[in-house]
């Protein structure tokens, strides 16, 4: 039986091209980048040239670009780091409901430590009204964090609107931060254009190895440093430079921008046809997240009167990979906060599943789904106590 990995907004398999480019850094070219020698300045060279194609993708400066651990630390990384750098100007920071745990577990902590946190609901769709990020700004604000794309839903926010909003409200005071991790390489982005002072990627989302990141900082943005122990990145992240990680996010950054137009048309067109599937032979489905304003990839819905768990582990056997909200969380039993945010009841929310396409899904791996989901939705309901 082939498999079938319909779960890209988890994680991307590595493009061959992208390993490729990684292998002579594992051994060949294994220098530390900060040795003076030959085999120390040919690692830098790697890393400032990927430096350079990673701040290309998304229209920065190469010395705007901190490579990280992952999305994350990233993450953890803009917001530790803006709230310290700027507590003595204000204490209060606002976001969203339906955040990746990767900014409202950092925003807990920092509550826990006496800044302000305010945590803004959306709409239905899961769209947040650029009116209320407005209108939730004081004089104590020091910054905003919006993620672009939620990773469960898909939802596309409003960030450059956003962004315009928070620079004329702040004043150039506040900064604004977004968490790209699921649209670096699937959207056009140029920083500029979206008005952020810091915006968090994740290799492994584009096709790129696991374990490396970065987080755009505009020129000016004042931050801390998050890890200290050496002049690594500028003296604002200390640790030796993941090597072979790094030439690859750079290497799958190249690809993404030639890859940008024709694939996400192509997955589009296929997660249209795999929705319209579903819809047409299984009653009682509803679309989550915004019918037009999501990213191409992403396709969640709740079928009533069914577990998602159930679903998830019913299509893995028959070698289909989905999940039912974001990876961090799936070993969880506990209701997406996402969905919830968005109003879904419980036992909606517990029937989630997502489906993310990537390049390498097919029509006749979308069509063996259409085939074979209606089959367990139907046996699942036969059993389910919750159909009356």
């Known amino acids: 039986m082939k498999r079938i990995y319909l779960d890209y907004a988890a994680t991307t398999p590595v493009h061959p091209d992208v390993a490729a480019a990684m292998q002579p850094y594992f051994s060949e070219k294994f220098g530390n ?102 209108h939730s700004i004081t004089e104590k604000t020091i910054l905003v964090s919006v993620m672009h794309a939620n990773n469960e839903i898909g939802t596309v926010e409003p960030i450059a609107e956003i962004g315009a909003r928070v620079k004329r409200q702040g004043a150039g005071k506040i900064s604004f931060h977004t968490d790209a991790v699921q649209t670096v390489g699937m959207l056009p982005i140029d920083v500029n254009k979206l008005g952020v002072d810091l915006l968090s990627m994740s290799a492994h989302k584009l096709y790129g190895p696991k374990g490396v990141g970065a987080l755009y900082v505009r020129k000016g943005t004042r931050l801390n440093p998050f890890l200290r122990g050496g002049g690594q990145e500028r003296n604002r992240r200390a640790s030796t430079e993941n090597v072979p990680g790094i030439v690859g996010f750079g290497q799958a950054c190249v690809m993404a921008a030639q890859r940008l137009a024709s694939d996400d048309n192509r997955i589009k067109l296929l997660r249209d046809r795999l929705l319209a599937g579903i819809m047409k032979n299984i009653p009682d489905v509803v679309l989550n997240g915004h019918p037009n304003l999501r990213l191409d990839k992403n396709l969640n819905i709740s079928v009533k009167y069914v577990e998602g768990e159930a679903l998830l582990l019913n299509l893995d056997f028959e070698g289909i990979a989905v999940s039912t909200g974001s990876a961090c969380s799936s070993g969880t039993l506990d209701p997406s906060h996402v969905l919830l945010a968005i109003g879904l009841p419980h036992e909606l929310a517990h029937g989630s599943i997502r489906f993310t396409l990537g390049h390498w899904t097919t029509a006749e791996e979308i069509d063996r789904v259409i085939a074979v989901f209606p089959k367990i939705v139907e046996k699942l309901r036969q059993m389910s106590p919750l159909k009356k």
Do not use: M
Not at 49 to 58: F, G, S, T
Not at 65 to 92: P, Q, R
């Open 33 to 134: 980048p900060s040795s003076l020698h030959s085999f120390g300045q040919e690692a830098r060279r790697a890393v400032e040239k990927a430096r350079e194609d990673v701040a290309a993708l998304i229209g920065a400066l190469p010395e705007e670009i901190i490579f990280t651990s992952g999305g994350t630390e990233a993450n953890n990384f803009a917001l530790n780091g803006v709230a310290y750098a700027n507590e003595k100007k204000g204490n209060k920071i606002i976001t969203t409901a339906i955040e990746h745990h990767a900014i409202l577990e950092p925003c807990h902590f920092l509550k826990t430590r006496g800044f302000e946190i305010t945590c803004l609901p959306v709409d239905k769709f899961g769209l947040i009204d650029p009116e209320l990020v407005w």
